[in-house]
């Protein structure tokens, strides 16, 4: 079961994100960027090779907690878009 929680907001999207631990919280902070990105019946078609997990060192700075958590989210969305090869161009 998710530890975040969808929510209406007249941004692009709320979403309620809870965790024991900072690792933690960081953690299914992520899970609920990648459900957004990624239809969860996607992963179904794909070969086995595609859907491995796979682990990666990230390191970023920031000014206090919530700082930090956003320029983690931006670096692993650029990593994910760099892998994927998806572009900014049409």
Not at 37 to 55: G, H, M, P, V, Y
């Amino acid at each position: 079961m998710p530890n975040y929680k969808f929510f209406d907001h007249t941004a692009d999207i709320g979403v309620e994100i809870s965790g024991r631990t900072k690792k933690e919280l960081f953690a299914n902070a992520a899970g609920a960027m990648f459900d957004v990105l990624i239809e969860k019946n996607e992963s179904k078609s794909k070969s086995d090779e595609d859907t491995k997990r796979q682990q990666k060192k990230v390191s970023v700075d920031g000014a206090d907690v919530e700082d930090l958590l956003i320029n983690f989210l931006r670096e692993i969305l650029y990593l994910f878009t760099a892998r994927a090869g998806w572009s900014n161009t049409a």
